[in-house]
């Protein structure tokens, strides 16, 4: 009963964990627009206003309470969607970015998906094959595809798959909905754009790892037990080396979201990235504030559930042969 009690306390810790580092960073999102010194009044009425107008807009906007009870209102919207309203054209945030996340979420979902095969498929190559011109060749490539950036291996992509072979569109984005077939053809160059990176840092964790595990003593023992090598790699082997992997894996989402940015003006797509871009640039403060937000929620998501993995590959959860 103590063990089920510790196991069930690990997800719910994890958990918590997550919800206060949501509230700092909300804070901290929140700070960052009083602290910019940008005001919706002068956005909105422009450079003619008067400071009777600056007044009228700001209490309309609620902008002459004080800033704890602004943050709570705005916090309270978040938790039921409320992203605010865009400074550039009224609209509502929380849809306008609704339109323009699913463009950078399958991107670097897709991204994330061909790093993990490519990467753990490397890696296990490598292990296996040590010290061999295998081993030797998938460590170079995976040195080139870490140092190489996103940019430039999308521009290269461009040249050779959809200038010269033309197999795939040089740009341009497909929604699912409206053919998922398109939309499937439409990302795949981005994605491998922004896959190289997570491709390499992962065949060299992965290999180093199973590196590792293989070389432990209980291999050696079961081996002279007569366990089968697939028994043997499966049951521990992987187990215990696919650590480090899943702990690098932790930090790609976050940079496959950030590199989604230069990726969509490579490939001319109008995404979540692009758009928070420009909205940045024209002061558009909701709209940088929300996503900023969805980014957090996401990347808060996606490492809840790597560390809940890490921690069923723990020492103390392991199975035997």
């Not at 061999?132 to 080139?144: F, L, N, P």
């Not at 699912?176 to 896959?195: E, H, K, R």
């Not at 940088?288 to 559930?305: C, D, E, K």
């Amino acid at each position: 009963m103590i063990g089920a009690s510790r196991w069930l306390m690990r997800p719910v810790r994890l958990l918590a964990i997550a919800v206060v580092v949501f509230l700092l960073a909300s804070i901290v999102t929140y700070a960052l627009g009083v602290v910019s010194g940008i005001s919706p009044a002068a956005f909105v009425a422009g450079d003619d206003a008067t400071a009777e107008d600056l007044a009228r807009i700001s209490h309309e906007w609620g902008l002459d309470r004080p800033i704890v009870v602004q943050y709570f209102d705005w916090l309270t919207g978040l938790f039921r969607g409320d992203l605010g309203t865009s400074w550039s054209n009224g609209q509502s945030v929380s849809e306008l970015l609704a339109q323009k996340a699913p463009i950078s979420l399958s991107v670097a979902l897709l991204a994330l998906a061909i790093g993990i095969v490519g990467g753990v498929g490397l890696g296990v190559v490598a292990a296996f094959r040590q010290h061999g011109a295998v081993d030797r060749a998938i460590t170079w490539v995976a040195s080139v595809g870490t140092a190489v950036p996103a940019f430039a291996i999308g521009v290269l992509l461009i040249l050779v798959f959809a200038v010269g072979f033309k197999w795939f569109p040089a740009g341009g984005y497909v929604a699912f909905q409206d053919d998922p077939g398109q939309w499937l053809w439409t990302i795949t160059l981005p994605a491998l754009a922004l896959s190289f990176d997570t491709i390499g840092d992962l065949a060299r964790q992965v290999r180093t790892g199973l590196i590792g595990a293989l070389d432990g003593n209980y291999v050696t023992g079961a081996i002279l037990q007569g366990f089968s090598r697939r028994r043997i790699v499966f049951g521990q082997v992987f187990r215990n080396g696919i650590g480090p992997a899943l702990s690098i894996l932790g930090l790609k989402f976050p940079t496959l979201l950030g590199g989604a940015v230069i990726t969509e003006s490579v490939f001319s797509m109008a995404g979540y990235g692009a758009y928070t871009a420009k909205a940045a640039q024209g002061g558009d403060l909701p709209v940088v504030q929300g996503a900023l937000i969805i980014s957090i929620v996401v990347v808060l998501v996606f490492n809840t559930l790597v560390n809940m993995l890490l921690d069923r590959f723990s020492p103390d959860r392991r199975g035997t042969l």
